[in-house]
T-cell receptor
């Protein structure tokens, strides 16, 4: 069972470079999310997509863009990477837009270092 | 003040011990509460929801105190496999942006 798959798992960028993190889920979930996790900060929501065709900003959207390509895929793009974007990025999905179940299914994470 | 606060630990306890940690939240309008578990360098996974009346799942007991705005997690008869970081999660309204993760409490169980 694949669940939520993220690529790449590791990436090193130089300041100013661009890259896209890919995320795909095979659970037929409607909602997908991108979080970043930094030491001592907890997970912070970057962007989310409540359903196919919609995207909304989360707590820390600056410097990022997203695309909900179809129901399965939700990508995160860094147009001009900055050292402050060094982090672990998690993609997650949920069957509906965060009902009271509160369960998010996470990918394994993508570790990004910006030099 | 952070919206969700947890003692970062680490809590270092012997196998078989009982350990408890709390999580406080600042928004009194918060509606739903959860505990997630995150193993080292892995993704978070839902451990259990926290219900108003308190709830138990095997060795794990979660409780909610709305008056004092905290939730707690109690682990009885701790196992080596319980070593992980426990994330407190608080959900406000229906918007995804109202889900707040605590920074986690690290638990280490020693033989």
């Amino acid at each position: 069972n694949a669940g939520v798959t993220q690529t790449p798992k590791f990436q090193v960028l130089k300041t100013g470079q661009s890259m896209t993190l890919q995320c795909a889920q095979d659970m037929n979930h409607n909602s997908m999310y991108w979080y970043r996790q930094d030491p001592g900060m907890g997970l912070r929501l970057i962007y989310y997509s409540a359903s196919e065709g919609t995207t909304d900003k989360g707590e820390v959207p600056n410097g990022y863009n997203v695309s909900r390509l179809n129901k399965r895929e939700f990508s995160l793009r860094l147009e001009s990477a900055a050292p402050s974007q060094t982090s672990v990025y998690f993609c997650a999905s949920s069957p509906v837009a965060l009902s009271d179940s509160g369960e998010l299914f996470f990918g394994e994470g993508s570790r990004l270092t910006v030099l | 003040r952070k919206e969700v606060e947890q003692d970062p630990g680490p809590f270092n306890v012997p196998e078989g011990a009982t350990v408890a940690f709390n999580c406080t939240y600042s928004n009194s309008a918060s509606q739903s509460f959860f505990w997630y578990r995150q193993d080292c360098r892995k993704e978070p996974k839902l451990l259990m929801s926290v219900y108003s009346s308190g709830n138990e799942d095997g060795r794990f007991t979660a409780q909610l105190n709305r008056a004092s705005q905290y939730i707690s997690l109690l682990i009885r008869d701790s196992k080596l496999s319980d070593s992980a970081t426990y994330l407190c999660v608080v959900k406000g309204y229906s918007s995804a942006s109202k889900i707040i993760f605590g920074s986690g409490t690290r638990l280490s169980i020693r033989p």
